[in-house]
């Protein structure tokens, strides 16, 4: 083999670098405007979701404009909170501050039947990764009217059952507030939760982790909007 | 090799149809175990991982095999990875871009692609000594050969894990959960990939008794 000279390895290796990184950074510059609609776009389906609205990710854009009416942040005392726009909230950032100081995202949808629906996202720690989705209730500010979740990491079969109609059919008509008006958030019961438990769901088999993660999610994210719930309920 | 050569010369036919059978990178040369056993529960993504592996495979070959002569051996691996790393960033943002399911389902996989060993391997055993046309004829045989193996595995995986193809209920359509059957769940998660995988060889190697080691 021929033999180089030092100066032509560090020639070589410089004009190397040069080339890709040249090639590297125009190619993320032309296709980041695509990969960040594909983001969005599937935050506005998993939105839908939670209030039993399945659309294709063609149409989320469309949809989500019809149904979604309103969307604004709060914070932990139950006030609002100007100049924060609720869809560019950061929830993996968010939810590593203390609950007081998060900033807290909620969605108002507003049905065909008229019917006014609050959405919240939730994110925490399955057992490999993070878990998250969202939670929708009726203006009772308490009556859980649907529920979507989806992780990046869980076990196939075992964890990732979290991400299935089945499960998330469960917390459809669930309860966050006892009749006392305190906050009870919503067990994951390894074991079955008792029959006509209005604050406790079914655990998954095998997935007993991923549904301790799931419980400390809910009762962790949620926590977050008590005041502000308890002040929607008072007005009413 | 002469100038004049047909480009499809049986020797250069042989460069594809070897990896499919003989030379397999994944059942005789037991490469690129770790991706086949991660992403084949589903038929959709092992297209796709076969598909990034032989675009990764294809642009590194040839690229490298074009600079055979110029890259120093000093810094050879060097310059290899980062061509592969290169090529492996872009097929990841265009899968970000234009296949975003699929991307998700593939998730680290794709990234993963810069340490298949096959494309390291070919790219230092072949590229390097080869004109271009061989090394593309070359990276594609081996890719081909990997798809394969994780295209056989991941159809058993689906049809038997999930019951569907292609997310198609086949299993439900034919009637087979009204007599009682129900998917196998162990198909889903990773030993199964394995086993499956060791399936292959060993009738692979029943039917091809020169690929049984002399002992």
Not at chain 1, 177 to 194: H, L, M, Q, W, Y
Request: net charge positive; glycine share 8%.
């Amino acid at each position: 083999m021929r033999d180089f000279s030092n100066r032509y390895i560090f020639v070589f290796s410089t004009v190397m670098i040069v080339i890709v990184a040249v090639l590297l950074s125009s190619a993320a510059m032309l296709l980041q405007p695509l990969q960040k609609k594909n983001i969005e776009l599937e935050k506005k389906q998993s939105i839908l979701a939670s209030i039993h609205v399945e659309v294709p990710r063609k149409e989320a854009d469309k949809v989500f404009e019809k149904y979604i009416t309103s969307s604004f942040v709060v914070n932990a005392q139950g006030e609002k909170v100007e100049g924060v726009d609720a869809f560019n909230v950061d929830m993996a950032a968010e939810i590593r501050n203390p609950v007081e100081e998060r900033k807290l995202p909620v969605y108002i949808a507003t049905l065909d039947d008229g019917s006014k629906k609050i959405i919240v996202p939730l994110r925490g720690k399955g057992l490999w990764g993070p878990i998250y989705g969202y939670i929708s209730f009726d203006d009772d500010y308490n009556t859980v009217f649907g529920a979507t979740f989806a992780h990046d990491k869980e076990t196939p079969g075992l964890g990732a059952e979290i991400a299935t109609k089945q499960f998330q059919k469960q917390f459809t008509g669930k309860k966050i507030f006892d009749e006392n008006g305190n906050f009870t958030s919503i067990r994951v019961v390894k074991g079955g939760a008792p029959a006509g438990d209005p604050h406790g769901v079914d655990a998954i088999s095998g997935g007993t982790l991923t549904s301790k993660g799931l419980e400390a999610m809910l009762r962790d994210c949620l926590s977050g909007y008590v005041a502000y719930f308890k002040k929607q309920q008072e007005q009413k | 090799m002469s100038e004049k050569e047909p480009l499809f010369s049986s020797k250069n036919l042989k460069l594809i149809t070897d990896p499919l059978n003989t030379n397999n990178p994944i059942t005789v040369q037991v490469l690129g175990i770790c991706s086949a056993l991660a992403i084949t529960v589903k038929l959709e993504p092992a297209i796709v991982m076969a598909l990034s592996v032989m675009a990764v495979l294809a642009v590194s070959n040839v690229v490298i095999s074009l600079l055979r002569k110029s890259i120093p051996p000093r810094i050879r691996i060097i310059v290899q990875l980062v061509v592969i790393a290169s090529m492996v960033i872009l097929v990841d943002q265009f899968l970000k871009a234009f296949a975003y399911d699929v991307s998700k389902q593939l998730s680290v996989f794709v990234g993963l692609i810069i340490t298949n060993c096959i494309i390291m391997g070919r790219l230092e055993a072949f590229a390097m000594a080869n004109k271009p046309w061989p090394s593309f004829l070359d990276a594609i045989g081996n890719a081909s050969g990997y798809g394969l193996i994780l295209i056989i595995v991941a159809f058993f995986r689906e049809l038997l894990g999930s019951g569907t193809l292609f997310g198609y209920p086949v299993m439900e359509k034919i009637g087979l959960y009204n007599i009682g059957y129900e998917n196998n769940g162990l198909m889903i998660l990773p030993p199964m990939a394995l086993i499956t995988i060791g399936i292959i060889i060993w009738v692979q190697r029943s039917k091809n008794r020169q690929l049984i080691e002399e002992k």
